[in-house]
């Protein structure tokens, strides 16, 4: 603890950065190479993480290093864009368990900046009338309630959602079992919808 304390002393007085704080920043450097500055993402297809509650953050990272949730492969698309394309799988599997408690707990105190994106007023107000019916219960405040542990969707990239969907109804991502039933219960139109008004929440 004194050690500690006197480091973290000497760091304040000549400017040298704590330790554990230089690697997680050098750590969320990578993350926004493709989740963009400050974990708010400017690209579809990939999900902005900042403001992500941390208990559904480490759940996630814990997930990707399981293999137990699709991990498309993806270019970066900041920074030096001439790393290797990887995917979440194999981000995730480089992580110890302290990076990615620490991971999170950094993103979690970001804030969520909902996306700009284009959408169809129409299908966002059927998949709103969706959303009341069966998915405000877990998801409330049209999904953009950190307290709710369950993601967010309001504001996140449609691609993004669009292609969750999917790896949701091929049975590829394993869903809460009582969002199961409710999403069973919908059509691809259906869910076009859902992606429309969580799209249209700027
Ligand atoms: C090469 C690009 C790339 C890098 C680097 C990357 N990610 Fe991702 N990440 C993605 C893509 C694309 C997805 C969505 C598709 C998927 O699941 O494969 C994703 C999904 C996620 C999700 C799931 C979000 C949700 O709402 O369920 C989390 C959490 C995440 N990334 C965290 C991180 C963290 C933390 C790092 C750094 C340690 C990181 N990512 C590095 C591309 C990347
Ligand atoms: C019984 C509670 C519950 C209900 C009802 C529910 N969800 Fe969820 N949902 C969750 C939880 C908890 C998570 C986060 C855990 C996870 O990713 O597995 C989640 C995650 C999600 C995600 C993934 C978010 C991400 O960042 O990857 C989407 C998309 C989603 N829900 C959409 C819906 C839609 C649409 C409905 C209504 C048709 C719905 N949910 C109904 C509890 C629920």
Do not use: W
Request: proline share 4%.
């Amino acid at each position: 603890m004194k050690r500690q304390f006197y480091f973290i002393f000497l760091a304040l007085t000549l400017g040298i950065p704590a330790l554990a704080v230089a690697d997680v920043d050098a750590l969320m450097e990578g993350c926004n190479g493709c989740h963009g500055d400050n974990g708010v993402s400017q690209s579809s297809d990939v999900p902005t993480i900042a403001g992500i509650p941390e208990f559904v953050h480490v759940d996630a990272l814990y997930i990707y290093q399981d293999e137990a949730r699709p991990c498309a492969e993806s270019k970066y698309r900041h920074g030096d864009t001439s790393r290797p394309a990887t995917t979440m799988c194999a981000v995730a599997a480089d992580l110890s368990e302290d990076d990615i408690d620490a991971l999170a707990a950094a993103y979690s105190a970001l804030p969520f900046v909902k996306a700009t994106q284009e959408f169809d007023a129409a299908k966002a107000a059927a998949g709103k009338a969706l959303h009341e019916s069966s998915c405000d219960r877990c998801h409330s405040e049209a999904g953009t309630n950190p307290e709710d542990e369950a993601s967010m969707l309001g504001g996140q990239q449609m691609g993004y959602l669009r292609n969750t969907f999917a790896v949701y109804m091929d049975g590829s991502r394993e869903q809460p079992g009582k969002m199961k039933e409710k999403l069973d219960a919908l059509s691809a139109d259906d869910l076009e919808s859902l992606v429309h008004f969580y799209g249209s929440i700027q």
